[in-house]
């Protein structure tokens, strides 16, 4: 499972995080960020714990659940290939709100606020146009949520 | 109307896209920013035309109407003293979904794109501070508006 380790730029580029980014920072980005293949059933981040990494989906299904006040778990949301999640774990220090599992085998990019802060320190530049991207994103699915507008001046 | 230019940077940390910046970096912001006082029925931006500026309300009340299919205004907000508006107009380029009217007398605080874009140049960190505010901030609101999460897995 999996491509070669080549190819990492190629799959950073389908993050909607990263697809602003040249190809001479993508490469500097994948210093900063790891792939981890995952068998099914592993919890990548149990809610009420600290979330610090962003995780990308290059192969696989990850779940999102939440325990509800009667103990009963409740399914939020499926990530598939190409989906990205805990962005906002870069930038906020809160803990998480639900947890995430594998319930596949899958194939993960992963950046930690550890590396990301690490990157904004060396790279400023690439750090704003993730940031920038982020920002898009929340605004874009804002937009779409509310059926109004992320910001309603924009 | 209005404090002196020596309290800029105090109103600026009042909003809450510049309120994790330093006493310093304030300063260096405040170069970037200006004040202007605007008399009742100004028009800050049409819908349609090209959005290039976060507004702050010193002091005042802005408006937000938006014209429907039928041709009828309709008010989408007001905005009043301590409110920031167009944050979004810093990252991305799309046209104003909406006009925005002063609907009293007003000072604000204005930062246009450009004068972001030329501060990210010059000081990246401080822009890396504003940016991780606005997706903060948008990830809040997205939150509220949803009833759900901004980041499912956050």
Chains 1, 2 share one sequence.
Do not use: W
């Not at 803990?95 to 594998?102: I, Q």
Request: a negative charge; glycine letters at 8%.
């Amino acid at each position: 499972m999996g491509k070669s380790g080549d190819d990492i730029t190629a799959l950073m580029l389908e993050a909607p995080q990263f697809n602003t980014l040249s190809q001479a920072e993508l490469e500097i980005l994948g210093k900063h960020i790891f792939r981890k293949n995952v068998s099914e059933n592993t919890v990548l981040c149990e809610e009420g714990s600290s979330g610090d990494s962003l995780f990308y989906v290059v192969t696989g299904k990850i779940e999102i659940r939440k325990e509800s006040i009667d103990g009963r778990q409740t399914v939020l949301a499926r990530f598939n290939k190409g989906a990205s999640v805990g962005e906002m774990s870069l930038i906020e220090h809160s803990p998480r709100s639900a947890t995430a599992t594998a319930i596949e085998d899958s194939e993960l990019l992963i950046l930690t606020r550890k590396s990301f802060d690490e990157l904004i320190e060396s790279e400023p530049l690439i750090g704003i146009k993730i940031l920038k991207n982020i920002a898009k994103s929340l605004s874009t699915r804002l937009r779409y949520t509310s059926g109004r507008f992320a910001d309603v001046f924009k």
